[in-house]
C-alpha cells in the first residue's frame, strides 16, 4: 500500500540544475517580498486602518516569522523542489496535498498578473490610456501581458539565469525603499498624523487585523517562501534554505514597518480632510513625493515602479512552475506537466501552464487590489498546512526533524493557530470566494481516483488522512458568516476570535494525528527513493536518459 500510495512517476529531478547558493535564495526570498507591496501597500492599508497600519505590518510580520521558522526547518530536512505541495502527500495523502496544491497555485499564479498591473498603474501618470477607474483598461492589460511573457523567457532559460538578474534587482529593491524611508522620515515628519484625524485606530482595531488579509500584507510576506519551492536547485538546501529563508523575511519586515510609520507621518493635513479612507492616490509614494516638492524622488520611484514589482514576479514565476511540477508529479494535475526540460532544467510545460492561467486572472480581475483581495488568503492557508507537515514528520521522524530550529514543538500550533486568525479575519466578503475554490480540488482528487484507478483501499486512506482538512476549511467558512468579520455578526466580539482560536487549536491536533498515523502506516523513505534519480515520463521533453551517478 505504500508504495501505491506515494510511488512517484515523473520526469527525474536529477534533470535539476543546483546552481543556487545562499546570496541566490535570500535574494529570492527577499524579491519575493518586496515587490508591488510596497509600493502601494502602505496607502491600502492606511485607508483601512488609519495610523494603525503599522500595527497591521507588525503583527502580520510576526506571524508570519513563526510560520517561517517551522517551516524554515522542516525545509532543512526535507528541501525538494515544489516542497509546498510534496510535503502534504507525504504526510495526509493525495486528498490533502490535492487540497494545497490547488490552493497555493491559484494563490500563486496571481502574483506575475498582479505584479504586472502595478507596473502599468504606475507607468499611467506618464502613459494616457492604460488605467482608469482604477482598472487596466484593454490596452494596460496587453502591456501587463507582455511583461508576463517577458518574466517567462527569463525564467525559459534556466535557473542561474533568474538568480543572476533577480540578485541585481534585489539589490535595488533595498535601496530604493531603504532611500524613500529615510528621505521622508527625515524631511516630512507630522507627528500629529497619529493621533489627530480620529485617533491612532479610527476604523477600531478589528480594522488593522482584517487590513492585514485585504490591504495585501499578507500578499507582501507569502513571497519569504521562494527558498523552499527553489531547494531542489539549491547547491546546499539543508544549510543555506533555512537561513535564506530567515534572513530576507527580518529584512523586508524591518523595510514593511519602517515605510508605513514613514507613509503615515508624511501625508500632509490637506489630503486627510475626508479622513484616512478618504487618501486618493494612484502612485502612492511617487505622488506624495510631489507633493512634499521631492520631484526628484519621485522619479526614482517611478522607476522601481518597474523594478521592485518585476523581481518578485520573476521569482514567483520560477516558484509557481515548481509548484505546478510538483502538482503533477502529485497527480494533481496531469503528469505531462511535471516533465522537465533537460538542457535548461526548467519544467517548460508548467511556465507555459501557468502563463495561461495568470492571464485568465489578469482578464477576470484587472486591478491590483482586486487580485490580492480574492486570492492572497489560500497562501496563507497552505502555510498553515506545513504546522501541521512539519509537527507530524518531527514526532514520527525524530532522527531526521529538528536540526535546524529546536522550538518547533512550541511554534507549530502557535503558527497554525494564528493562521486560522488572520484568515479568519480577511472578511467573510472575501473568504466566502477563496475558500470555496478549494472544493475544485476535492473534484479533481474524485476524478483522479477514477481516472487513475486508485481501488478503494487508497481512496479510504487518503480520506481519512485528509477529511480534517476538509472540515477545518468548512468550520471557518462557517465562523466567518456567523462573526463580526464581514459575517452576520451573531457570535460577537472578541467571542468570535476565541471560538476560531479553539477550531484552530482543534483542527492542528486533528491534523497532526491523522499525519503521524499515516506516516507510521506508511513508513517508505519518500524523500530518498531511489526513483527519484530513474523515473521516466512517457513523452518527456528528451529521451536523454539521467545519469544515476550524479548525486541527489
Known amino acids: 500500500m505504500a508504495q501505491d500510495v506515494l510511488q512517484p512517476t515523473y520526469a527525474p529531478d536529477h534533470l535539476l540544475k543546483r546552481h543556487l547558493g545562499f546570496w541566490h535564495l535570500t535574494a529570492a526570498g527577499f524579491s519575493g517580498v518586496i515587490g508591488s507591496g510596497w509600493l502601494v501597500g502602505a496607502l491600502y492599508a492606511a485607508q483601512v486602518a488609519g495610523p494603525a497600519a503599522v500595527l497591521t505590518w507588525g503583527i502580520g510580520g510576526i506571524a508570519f516569522l513563526v510560520i517561517a521558522l517551522v517551516m524554515a526547518d522542516l525545509g532543512s530536512t526535507h528541501p ?8 502534504p502527500l507525504h504526510t495526509n495523502g ?23 498591473a502595478v507596473v502599468v498603474q504606475y507607468a499611467s501618470q506618464h502613459i494616457s490610456g492604460i488605467y482608469r477607474n482604477n482598472r487596466l483598461t484593454w490596452a494596460g492589460m496587453l502591456i501587463a501581458l507582455a511583461l508576463m511573457v517577458v518574466f517567462m523567457m527569463i525564467n525559459w532559460y534556466g535557473i542561474l539565469l533568474l538568480g543572476r538578474v533577480n540578485g541585481a534587482l534585489s539589490l535595488i529593491k533595498w535601496l530604493v525603499p531603504t532611500l524613500t524611508m529615510v528621505v521622508l522620515l527625515a524631511t516630512s515628519w507630522h507627528g500629529g498624523n497619529f493621533t489627530d484625524h480620529g485617533g491612532f485606530a479610527p476604523y477600531g482595531y478589528s480594522a488593522a487585523l482584517s487590513a492585514i488579509s ?7 510576506y507569502t513571497g519569504f517562501q521562494a527558498p523552499l519551492d527553489l531547494s531542489g536547485e539549491a547547491r546546499d538546501a539543508h544549510r543555506d534554505v533555512p537561513r535564506a529563508i530567515i534572513v530576507g523575511l527580518l529584512i523586508a519586515m524591518a523595510l514593511y514597518i519602517g515605510l508605513q510609520i514613514a507613509f503615515i507621518a508624511a501625508v500632509p493635513g490637506s489630503h486627510l480632510a475626508h479622513g484616512w479612507g478618504g487618501i486618493d492616490f494612484t502612485s502612492p509614494f511617487a505622488q506624495l513625493a510631489v507633493v512634499l516638492n521631492l520631484g526628484w524622488l519621485s522619479w526614482v520611484l517611478y522607476g522601481d515602479a518597474i523594478v521592485s514589482p518585476s523581481g518578485s514576479a520573476l521569482v514567483f514565476t520560477a516558484a509557481i512552475s515548481r509548484e505546478a511540477r510538483a502538482m503533477g508529479k502529485n497527480e494533481s494535475i496531469p503528469r505531462w506537466f511535471a516533465a522537465i526540460h533537460p538542457g535548461s ?3 517548460r510545460r508548467a511556465l507555459l501552464l501557468n502563463f495561461v492561467l495568470g492571464a485568465a486572472f489578469l482578464l477576470l480581475l484587472p486591478s491590483w487590489h482586486d487580485i490580492i483581495k480574492a486570492t492572497s488568503e489560500l497562501g496563507l492557508f497552505v502555510y498553515s498546512i506545513t504546522m501541521v507537515c ?20 512550541v511554534l507549530a500550533p502557535i503558527g497554525f493557530v494564528l493562521a486560522t486568525l488572520i484568515l479568519y479575519w480577511a472578511k467573510w466578503t472575501n473568504l466566502r470566494i477563496a475558500l470555496p475554490l478549494l472544493a475544485v480540488a476535492v473534484a479533481v482528487y474524485l476524478w483522479n481516483t477514477r481516472s487513475n484507478r486508485h ?11 485528509g477529511a480534517w482538512l476538509v472540515v477545518y476549511v468548512c468550520a471557518v467558512l462557517l465562523m466567518s458568516w456567523l462573526g463580526s468579520f464581514g459575517g452576520r455578526d451573531w457570535i460577537a466580539q472578541p467571542w468570535d476570535s476565541v471560538v476560531v482560536g479553539v477550531i484552530g487549536a482543534g483542527g492542528y491536533m486533528w491534523g497532526v494525528a491523522e499525519a503521524v498515523r499515516f506516516l507510521r502506516s506508511h513508513p517508505a523513505d519518500y524523500w530518498q527513493q531511489p ?6 515520463e512517457p513523452g518527456a521533453d528528451s ?8 548525486p541527489v
Open 531 to 536: 526513483s527519484d534519480l530513474d523515473a521516466t
Open 214 to 220: 485585504t490591504a495585501g500584507v499578507i500578499y507582501a
Open 94 to 116: 493525495r486528498l490533502a496535498a490535492t487540497i494545497v496544491g490547488w490552493g497555493i497555485w491559484i494563490a500563486y499564479c496571481t502574483n506575475p498578473p498582479s505584479e504586472s
Open 390 to 409: 512539519q509537527a507530524a514528520l518531527r514526532i514520527a521522524e525524530p532522527s531526521r526533524s529538528a536540526v535546524w530550529f529546536r522550538g518547533t514543538s
Open 455 to 465: 481501488t478503494p483501499g487508497q481512496v479510504r486512506v487518503d480520506v481519512r488522512a
Open 345 to 347: 532544467g526548467v519544467p
Open 80 to 87: 525538494e523542489s515544489g516542497a509546498l505541495v510534496r510535503w
Open 543 to 550: 529521451g536523454i536518459a539521467p545519469d544515476p551517478t550524479e
